[in-house]
């Protein structure tokens, strides 16, 4: 008896190191995770500082540049495209850009991005 008590010991004790241990990696790993998703978002916020823009305040330029996002299935611009696809076209009236260059995504026959923009 003596003997697997023992045994039963050392494997409950393995057990319970490698519970601690994997306990040790998940807190690190969602402290680095956490950290390097804060730096990132404080790195992106600094660098766009003095180029972000409202609409009355965008200087001059000669193209808009206007990216991609989901197309419906139907074929038409999101909700989130068409903000994008009409603040272009406002800057275009206003005549703060010469040019509106539309991009997009054109996987396959089905999902259109840059033909979407165009309708």
């Known amino acids: 008896m003596r003997?697997?008590?023992g045994a039963l010991r050392r494997w409950y004790g393995n057990r319970g190191r490698l519970a601690r241990r994997t306990?040790?990696?998940v807190v690190v790993g969602a402290v680095l995770l956490t950290g390097?998703?804060?730096a990132s978002v404080v790195w992106t916020r600094d660098a766009a500082d003095g180029h972000i823009y409202s609409e009355a305040t965008v200087p001059d330029a000669p193209v808009a540049l206007v990216l991609g996002t989901k197309v419906d299935t139907d074929g038409n611009p999101s909700p989130f495209l068409a903000a994008r696809l009409?603040?272009?076209r406002?800057?275009?009236d206003a005549g703060k850009v010469?040019?509106?260059l539309v991009s997009g995504d054109?996987?396959?026959a089905d999902y259109n991005e840059p033909a979407a923009m165009l309708g």
């Open 23 to 25: 306990f040790v990696a």
């Open 3 to 5: 003997g697997r008590s």
């Open 90 to 92: 406002r800057l275009f």
């Open 106 to 108: 054109n996987m396959n």
């Open 98 to 100: 010469r040019a509106i």
């Open 36 to 38: 390097g998703t804060v």
């Open 86 to 88: 009409e603040i272009a």
